[in-house]
């Protein structure tokens, strides 16, 4: 508690002199505003209960679709958002894409089938390998050249879907580079869109993915994207049969961003052996002026609601008690919308992953 009691002191320490230098004073009056801001969703599994943590029913999956179909949403590629964030341009209120990870058979089957007759386009994000093996789960080469001559997108998402912050440059680089050229001479065409494997991502990464030559590169924290985020690390509302239910559902596609800036910790890979503190001090600038900060609630996956301190106008200070444990943790940021937004919310995520687990 002595550690944990003089990092709190150094941050505010950092804080106020960040107010002193002029950093908050500007972020409060000259702030990018958000142009493009839309929601993407995240399938991996339909139909099939064996995995319920990776998979939705098809009764759910009916009933996401029909609240899709009635008429309050804009459902596009996922490519489309990107473009507009590009450009910084506008989309209509509750842009919607739906993405799924890992292209396995129930994807072909069951999933795509009912997206594909209610006219709404998929990005697809595959890992190769498991396609080359042949594996009796997943689909084959020839269902991913009908789905995409049907018009869905494909995205990379490595050869073997390792946990890429345990790994070294040499093999990241490898699988991104040898899961293109197979997506190539299979597909006749390299992807422009990425997924970090279990939504592990780290700093390096992003410039990895960038240097690579994606567009563009999601992870599997929850919120919604703006042309204000980092196109490399950007959110999705990853769904299954335990948060797939029609309450969430609508909290999800009808979610805003919440435009953050000055990020501390700057990584998302923590490392407590090399010395980095566990739990890590996170913080943010809010960037606009979207409402009462005093409502603004935080969680962390692994203890619940988070401590929240205030300095200044839009500076938060989020405080966990307990260490994150091995493998992945989530933040969850929210705050009511007013006004002509009463009823939905801003959302703020994060995952967070300890090398390990």
Same mark, same amino acid.
């Given at each position: ?17 960040? +107010? ?39 009764? %759910? ?7 899709? =179909? ?11 958002? @990107? ?9 209509? $209120?509750?842009? +919607? ?18 997206? =594909? $007759? ?11 390998? *498991? ?24 995205? &990379? ?57 994606? =567009? ?10 703006? $042309? @204000?985020?980092? =196109? ?5 509302? *990853? ?13 999800? @596609? ?27 001090? @996170? ?8 409402? $009462?900060?005093? %409502? ?21 200070? +989020? ?10 943790? /989530?933040?969850?940021?929210?705050? *009511?919308? /007013?006004?002509?937004?009463?009823? /939905? ?7 967070? +992953?300890? *090398? &390990?687990?």
């Amino acid at each position: 508690m002595i550690s944990f009691s003089i990092t709190m002191a150094a941050r505010r320490l950092m804080a106020i002199s960040a +107010v002193a230098g002029g950093m908050l004073a500007a972020v409060a009056s000259a702030h990018a505003e958000v142009s493009t801001a839309a929601v993407a969703l995240m399938y991996h599994r339909f139909g099939d209960d064996r995995f319920p943590s990776t998979n939705v029913t098809l009764d %759910q999956l009916d009933a996401h679709i029909a609240e899709l =179909r009635s008429g309050g949403y804009n459902v596009v590629h996922l490519s489309t958002i @990107v473009d507009a964030m590009e450009r910084g341009e506008a989309l209509p $209120d509750r842009t +919607v894409a739906i993405t799924i990870d890992d292209a396995y058979r129930t994807v072909f089957e069951a999933g795509w089938p009912k997206f =594909r $007759d209610a006219g709404m386009p998929v990005t697809l994000f595959v890992s190769t390998g *498991p396609i080359d093996q042949g594996l009796a789960d997943m689909m084959t080469w020839d269902q991913l050249r009908q789905m995409q001559a049907e018009g869905a997108e494909i995205g &990379g998402h490595t050869v073997s879907h390792l946990h890429m912050p345990e790994a070294d440059e040499t093999r990241n680089r490898a699988e991104m580079t040898e899961s293109n050229a197979r997506f190539e001479a299979e597909l006749g065409q390299v992807p422009t869109l990425f997924a970090y494997p279990y939504g592990e991502a780290s700093s390096a990464l992003l410039d990895m993915v960038r240097e690579v030559g994606y =567009r563009a590169a999601f992870g599997q924290h929850s919120g919604a994207m703006s $042309d @204000v985020d980092d =196109r490399f690390y950007l959110p999705r509302f *990853p769904l299954n049969e335990t948060y797939a239910d029609m309450g969430r559902f609508k909290t999800a @596609v009808n979610a805003m961003p919440l435009a953050v800036s000055d990020l501390t910790p700057a990584d998302m890979t923590v490392r407590p052996d090399d010395g980095e503190a566990n739990p890590p001090a @996170v913080g943010f600038t809010v960037m606009d002026d979207v409402g $009462d900060l005093d %409502q603004l609630t935080c969680f962390f996956s692994h203890e619940g609601a988070a401590s929240i301190e205030r300095i200044g106008s839009r500076r938060i200070e +989020v405080r966990a008690t307990t260490p994150m444990p091995k493998g992945r943790s /989530r933040l969850n940021c929210t705050l *009511p919308g /007013r006004g002509e937004h009463s009823g /939905r919310w801003y959302w703020y995520g994060r995952q967070f +992953v300890i *090398p &390990g687990g």
